[in-house]
């Protein structure tokens, strides 16, 4: 499966109902799924003969399950039943689908060149793309979409677009490829930032969340490691950094799974063992190392992943494990935030009850029990928690180190 980005034009006839047309056909093609399309634009026509008439043009956005030619020859033939007639060089036509990129392949031949090789000079081209990535990059000119245009419009933006407050950053978040990890990974890259996708072993998953985080018009990678694991931590902090030649954000939300699955019926001492592995000790392994990195660097924020109740207290075993789990990684955030200051900001999440996969399955004496003690009465979603990290990462929260915040709708003890 690959990302594949096509153009559409035409200037002849019912311009308008030839690209539906075409966009109708797509949609019905096997292995080819239209994700998204731009506005329509109306533009002068560029090249070809005199007093011809205006384009209308599009892109869309296809995951395409069919290799590059043939998704050329899918196009061909789409252009071929609408109606397409070739006479003069650029000259007027009912349809026109060409294919712009292809995931980041590069690659020439007789009957294909992919990147587009005009793609980069054509505003009626670069404006309808934007709309949908403007942070992609161009595989062989290493410029994003965004750039290209605004060099052809000799146009810049000057700072950050509003709404785009961590444009520019690079990020980190483990645990990723679901729940709230995936959901943060989301908001970071809404908010303009570059993402790292990490998972234990789940590439398909975690290549499904980079490829919706790249929708934001951002960079995305994934990396795989086994946080139980002090030398795979040391690792993925290392080729992480590397990636893009540095990191802003880091954010250490995988936590084990003691709750769900095969995992629910284990022993105490191995949910006990777990969950002090990948929660406590891989939390503390990789923020020392990012924020050394980060101090050498000159700035940058950590945040780590606590819970509401690890203060307050709960009963039962999960009780008992995730307070001793999440209490740490708390205590230890205040900590560290200390070590870091003044350059590196340190700052814990502390989530309450959050419908995740747990959640999802609780049983009705639960999900009562978590609108009684819930004053603002619902379950907290992902999107609470990711909300909240945004905030704490970006430049807004610049004199906030050493906090944890609750995320947890009103829920007020001591
Ligand atoms: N070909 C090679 N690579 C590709 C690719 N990535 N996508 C070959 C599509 N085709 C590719 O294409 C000519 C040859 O390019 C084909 O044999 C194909 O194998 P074509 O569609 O037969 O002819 P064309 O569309 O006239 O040529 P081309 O190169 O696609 O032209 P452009 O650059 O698309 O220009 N002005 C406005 N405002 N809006 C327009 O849409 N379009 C053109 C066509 C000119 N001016 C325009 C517009
Ligand atoms: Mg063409």
Redesign the pocket.
């Known amino acids: 499966m690959t990302l594949a980005y096509l153009?559409l034009?035409s200037?002849l006839g019912d311009r308008e109902n030839y690209l539906r047309c075409a966009l109708a056909a797509l949609r019905q093609t096997e292995g080819i799924e239209v994700l998204r399309v731009s506005p329509l634009y109306e533009?002068?026509?560029?090249?070809?003969p005199a007093g011809q008439g205006?384009?209308l043009?599009a892109v869309a956005e296809v995951r395409s399950a069919r290799g590059p030619h043939e998704l050329?020859a899918v196009?061909r033939n789409i252009e071929q039943q609408l109606g397409r007639e070739?006479q003069e060089?650029?000259g007027p036509?009912t349809i026109?689908l060409?294919?712009?990129l292809y995931g980041d392949l590069i690659h020439e031949d007789e009957?294909?060149?992919?990147p587009?090789p005009?793609l980069h000079e054509r505003p009626?081209v670069l404006q309808p793309l934007a709309q949908l990535v403007p942070g992609l990059l161009h595989p062989v000119l290493k410029r994003s979409i965004a750039d290209l245009l605004a060099e052809l419009q000799g146009l810049r933006l000057h700072g950050s677009a509003p709404g785009r407050e961590l444009a520019g950053r690079r990020a980190l978040v483990t645990g990723s490829t679901r729940g709230i990890g995936r959901a943060i990974a989301l908001e970071l890259a809404a908010a303009g930032a570059d993402v790292l996708v990490h998972g234990r072993i789940a590439r398909q998953t975690a290549e499904e969340t980079a490829e919706q985080v790249r929708r934001a018009g951002v960079r995305s990678e994934v990396r795989l490691a086994d946080l139980a694991d002090a030398e795979a931590c040391r690792r993925l902090v290392e080729e992480a950094w590397s990636c893009w030649g540095g990191l802003d954000v880091w954010i250490n939300n995988a936590g084990a799974d003691t709750l769900t699955g095969e995992a629910a019926r284990w022993p105490f001492e191995r949910k006990l063992h777990e969950l002090l592995a990948v929660d406590v000790t891989a939390t503390m392994l990789l923020s020392r190392e990012v924020g050394r990195r980060m101090r050498e660097a000159g700035s940058g924020v950590i945040l780590n992943m606590g819970w509401d109740q690890a203060e307050s207290g709960m009963e039962g075993d999960s009780g008992e494990l995730f307070a001793a789990a999440k209490g740490a990684i708390m205590a230890f955030s205040r900590s560290l935030a200390l070590s870091l200051a003044p350059t590196v900001r340190v700052n814990c999440l502390a989530p309450g009850w959050i419908r995740t996969a747990w959640g999802e399955s609780a049983s009705p004496s639960w999900q009562e029990r978590v609108r009684r003690e819930t004053p603002l009465r619902r379950w907290g979603r992902p999107e609470d928690v990711a909300a909240a990290a945004r905030w704490l990462a970006s430049p807004a929260a610049e004199f906030l180190t050493g906090q944890i915040l609750r995320i947890n709708g009103g829920v007020v003890r001591s």
């Not at 009957?111 to 992919?114: E, G, H, K």
């Open positions: 153009a034009g200037n533009t002068r026509p560029v090249g070809g205006p384009y043009n050329l196009l070739r060089k650029w036509r026109d060409d294919l712009l009957q294909l060149t992919v587009h005009r009626f």
